[in-house]
Nanobody, 124 residues
Framework: QVQLVESGGGWAQAGGSLRLSCAAS????????MGWFRQAPGKEREFVAG????????NYAYSAEGRFTISRDNAENTMYLQMNSLQPEDTGVYYC?????????????????WGQGTQVTVAS
């Protein structure tokens, strides 16, 4: 079992930055591949970025490439998403996800554990 708690959401002006955190707990948390998904109002939940449990493999959605950076600190059991150059289309609820998998998938069904989400709002 893995428990996930997100923090760091909030409001930003277009062009600004926010940093999200996801604290993981549970016996298998340090060996879990983790990812960030987001869901805008009226839209499907979509993959943003993911990171292998080792930290050595990352995967980004096209919309996040070059602007967002995913990282993790296994000693602290925490994953981060540094979001720069934010745009209004980045607005949504951001969810942390985890799965005991050996790659970094983009499909939400591949992840078994989810946090409650944190709201990110970007104003134009």
């Amino acid at each position: 079992q893995v428990q996930l708690v997100e923090s760091g959401g909030g409001w930003a002006q277009a062009g600004g930055s926010l940093r999200l955190s996801c604290a993981a707990s549970g016996r298998s948390s340090s060996r879990a591949t983790m990812g960030w998904f987001r869901q805008a109002p009226g839209k499907e939940r979509e993959f943003v970025a993911g990171i292998h449990w080792s930290g050595g493999i990352t995967n980004y959605a096209y919309s996040a490439e070059g602007r967002f950076t995913i990282s993790r600190d296994n000693a602290e059991n925490t994953m981060y998403l540094q979001m720069n150059s934010l745009q209004p289309e980045d607005t949504g609820v951001y969810y942390c996800a985890a799965g005991l998998i050996s790659w970094v998938p983009v499909l939400r069904d591949e992840y078994d554990y989810w946090g409650q989400g944190t709201q990110v709002t970007v104003a134009s």
